[in-house]
């Protein structure tokens, strides 16, 4: 598969626990963003990296939420102790090149905290 | 800052007819505009976008928008849809400044709904 990929599809979590979100980029790809997209909702930015420099963290809603991108390639999004209003679908998107306006989505992962 | 509002939450419309979907933007820098759309349980896929030159830009799947920079609008129009058009579209913004990340800025997304 040539896409952007995202495991797992769905999670279900209890309210407390930690849970990690894996996207795999588009081979070669330099930039990759995390995006939240709560139901009915347009998704909003939570953090961007440039291989494995994370440069831009505005977006991250609280200390509970974290991004790591280590070797330039596979990114994890972890948060701990999800709260009922961590519900919602993560995306995931890469493009080739910094300042690349195409960015390639992944299908999301879908986050229920119960 | 930007924002990007999409005026209509639903919009359904026969199989065949012609359609626009609406999209304004505030922003106080340049910004490049985006449509995309997302079919159930999948991610988004580029329709089209505007980074410069002609205001009208033509898309996939027989989409097109234009870029009116007075009235700060990028509407979407298709002139006839097909029952495989029905989908979630979102109208995003990214500000074109230098160093800019190309994060984008998303409308709440309009649902478009084509009827047999």
């Known amino acids: 598969g040539a896409g952007v990929s995202q495991s797992p599809r769905y999670k279900v979590a209890k309210r407390g626990q930690d849970v990690a979100l894996r996207c795999d980029p588009i081979s070669g790809h330099v930039s990759l963003f995390w995006y939240q997209q709560a139901l009915g909702q347009g998704p909003e930015f939570l953090t961007y990296?440039?291989?494995?420099?994370?440069?831009?963290k505005s977006g991250l809603p609280s200390d509970r939420f974290f991004a790591e991108r280590p070797e330039g390639s596979v990114s994890t999004l972890k948060i701990q102790r999800t709260q009922q209003e961590d519900s919602a679908v993560y995306l995931c998107?890469?493009?080739?090149?910094?300042?690349?306006?195409?960015?390639?989505f992944g299908p999301g992962t879908r986050l229920t905290v119960t | 800052a930007q924002s990007v509002t999409q005026l209509d939450s639903q919009v359904p419309v026969f199989e065949e007819a012609p359609v626009e979907l609406r999209c304004n933007y505030s922003?106080?820098?340049?910004?490049?505009l985006f449509w995309y759309v997302q079919y159930p349980n999948q991610g988004l896929q580029l329709l089209l976008k505007?980074?410069?030159?002609?205001?009208l830009v033509k898309g996939i799947n027989g989409f097109e928008a234009e870029f009116n920079k007075s009235q700060t609008s990028f509407h979407l129009r298709k002139p006839s849809v097909h029952i495989s058009d029905t989908a979630e579209y979102f109208c995003a913004v990214s500000d074109n400044l230098s160093g800019n990340t190309g994060k984008l800025i998303f409308g709440q997304g309009t649902t478009l709904q084509v009827k047999p």
């Open positions: 990296f440039q291989n494995e420099a994370q440069l831009d």
């Open positions: 922003s106080s820098v340049s910004v490049y």
């Open positions: 998107a890469s493009t080739a090149a910094k300042g690349a306006y195409e960015q390639y």
């Open positions: 505007y980074l410069s030159g002609s205001t």
